[in-house]
């Protein structure tokens, strides 16, 4: 069985990698098309 701690720590490692996986969609997009993002 789990435990709801155990739960909670996977629910929220798995919201980091999301996060880091959109900033790094970001980055790649910021660097091929950089006029966009810094006009």
Do not use: V
């Not at 435990?3 to 629910?11: A, G, H, P």
């Not at 980091?16 to 006009?39: G, M, T």
């Amino acid at each position: 069985m789990f435990n709801s701690l155990s739960i909670q720590s996977i629910c929220c490692k798995q919201g980091e990698w999301i996060l880091l996986l959109k900033i790094k969609k970001i980055a790649q997009q910021a660097e091929s098309n950089p006029l966009r993002y810094y006009s």
